[in-house]
């Protein structure tokens, strides 16, 4: 009997499992935006496994793949590539950049210049990059991981709220448990696990998977109820800047993948609401005194789905 879309995808979570462990909603999230087509901010301390779940999560759908260290020396051309003339055939060539992959590992995104960050806004959007007038395709299906410290301050340029609106979730990893980290000490006592993971899909099979969800059924109310969201928290008065209209298209895709991860057809507003914080939370920009109040987006949006009335 042939595999549902489902069963594939907890195959990947699982094989992302055998490195990145006991951090399993973590890896869901992740495994639920590129199923979506979505790029991934992951924020969290040093240490607790950030790259490790990109490249794991690499190995395991068979993607090409490609890091590129954020520094405050790199340039835009470095990321898009360039173009270079060759004097035997008397034309310009394009060399291609390090955004020519499949999943992107942008790490710590938040060292380099708001210029250089710039440049990855078109591949981000468009899946495309414009070098001297010339527009080049980039690989599918295309993905962008993106991590950065949320601790440390110094040397670092904050994200844009345009450069954040293009991450399709937001997700952090956390610190084990005592028993996770005991069971980590073991699993790679012999070295890292990643290289020894096998892929689950090939980027074929992810891209079936990736329109395949898109089949996953909306009811109207289940629209109605994303929209109603996504409305207050624009006229949320702690709220500097609200969620917006791409935020919704996000939330409502996200409740897709996350239904059809279940093994559903159909979304369920207990979709909407587990995919509510991490589709919304980077987009929301709260206003000073908010912060002097401590308050936060999440609670902002917890609030918020408290406030509207859940569709039946």
Same mark, same amino acid.
């Given at each position: 009997m042939a595999q549902t879309g489902s069963g594939i995808l907890k195959n990947i979570v699982e094989n992302v499992e055998r $490195?990145?462990? =006991?951090?399993?909603?973590?890896?869901?999230?992740a495994v639920c935006a590129v199923l979506s087509k979505g790029h991934v901010l992951i924020e969290d301390v040093p240490g607790v496994g950030k790259t490790s779940l990109v490249y794991a999560l690499a190995r395991s759908l068979d993607c090409s793949f490609r890091r590129i260290q954020f520094t405050p020396d790199i340039l835009p051309s470095d990321i898009t590539g360039l173009s270079v003339y060759n004097q035997k055939t008397g034309e310009f060539e394009y060399r291609p950049g390090a955004v020519m992959a499949q999943i992107i590992l942008a790490d710590e995104i938040n060292r380099t210049s708001p210029k250089t %960050? &710039? &440049?990855?806004?078109?591949?981000?959007?468009?899946? %495309? $990059? +414009? /070098?001297? =007038?010339?527009?080049?395709?980039? @690989? %599918?299906?295309?993905?962008v991981f993106a991590t950065q410290n949320p601790v440390e301050y110094l040397g670092t340029y904050p994200l844009p709220e345009a450069q954040l609106d293009r991450f399709f979730m937001r997700i952090s990893l956390g610190y084990p448990e005592a028993e996770d980290e005991s069971l980590m000490l073991s699993r790679f006592n012999d070295g890292s696990p /990643? #290289?020894?993971l096998k892929s689950v899909v090939n980027s074929y099979e992810l891209e079936f998977l990736q329109k395949d969800v898109c089949t /996953?059924?909306?009811?109207? #109310?289940?629209?109605?109820?994303? /929209?109603?969201?996504? =409305? *207050? +928290?624009?006229?949320n008065v702690h709220l500097a800047l609200g969620a917006s209209p791409r935020a919704s298209l996000c939330l409502?895709?996200? &409740? *897709?993948?996350?239904?059809?991860?279940? =093994?559903?057809?159909? $979304? @369920?507003?207990?979709?909407v609401i587990k995919m509510a914080v991490p589709v919304l939370e980077h987009r929301l920009v709260l206003k000073q005194e908010a912060r002097l109040k401590k308050i936060t987006s999440v609670a902002v949006i917890k609030d918020t789905l408290k406030s509207i009335r859940v569709p039946m």
């Open positions: $490195v990145i462990i =006991g951090k399993r909603e973590a890896i869901e999230l %960050q &710039s &440049s990855l806004l078109e591949a981000m959007e468009e899946n %495309q $990059v +414009t /070098v001297d =007038g010339k527009t080049y395709a980039l @690989m %599918q299906p295309f993905i /990643v #290289k020894a /996953v059924y909306a009811d109207e #109310k289940i629209n109605n109820y994303i /929209v109603a969201i996504t =409305g *207050q +928290t624009r006229r409502h895709r996200a &409740s *897709q993948a996350w239904a059809y991860y279940n =093994g559903r057809d159909y $979304v @369920m507003p207990d979709d």
